[in-house]
């Protein structure tokens, strides 16, 4: 399947998460790679407005990133109505640290679309696809994904309650898909809380 059949399954995740809350106004895509999904976002109407940042610029962009240097982003408090992180947490020397910060710049919605596994060989599988997909663009891979659903605590303990889960999350086809569809997962968090 190609890069461009994966990100369609997971943008139509995506999609039917966010069109009963849509419009958005303003939205955050943290590790917004080429700017991808951001652009799709927009173009369907999902998001007004979507300001993508990352920590490296790729060659071949759709959207131009904001650079910051992956510790504190350059955006106040609760600055955007939506948040998301598509497949980058799992990157982050310290995926809570990470998620920390992408949630102070959320006002209200927080969608997440990664990866959880169970055992070792969901985490070997994880691995493999990474290393398959992001290394020729020159991502690093750390391999910090998910067990179980420690993120999910984590996001609770910040004030935030799941609104929608979509697992397994149909992002591949065929028998890649039946063999790691049950590995991914996107999932959208409300703030408790919204002043």
Request: charged share 25%.
């Amino acid at each position: 399947m190609s890069p461009t059949a994966y990100r369609e399954l997971v943008l139509k995740q995506m999609a039917g998460i966010l069109a009963p809350i849509g419009p958005i106004r303003r939205a955050l895509d943290f590790g917004s790679g080429d700017g991808w999904f951001a652009h799709q976002l927009t173009k369907a109407g999902l998001v007004g407005t979507a300001v993508g940042v990352e920590v490296l610029e790729r060659r071949t962009i759709v959207r131009a990133p904001v650079l910051f240097d992956g510790a504190r982003l350059p955006f106040a408090d609760r600055a955007f109505d939506l948040t998301y992180a598509v497949d980058v947490l799992h990157h982050c020397p310290v995926p809570t640290d990470a998620l920390d910060e992408v949630l102070r710049c959320t006002a209200r919605y927080f969608l997440i679309k990664d990866h959880s596994y169970r055992n070792v060989l969901e985490w070997s599988a994880l691995c493999g696809l990474d290393e398959l997909g992001n290394r020729r663009f020159g991502v690093p891979c750390l391999h910090r994904y998910q067990r179980r659903w420690e993120w999910s605590h984590h996001l609770e303990a910040r004030g935030f309650s799941l609104d929608r889960l979509i697992h397994p999350a149909e992002c591949h086809t065929g028998v890649l898909g039946q063999l790691t569809n049950r590995l991914q997962f996107v999932a959208l968090w409300r703030r408790i809380e919204c002043n």
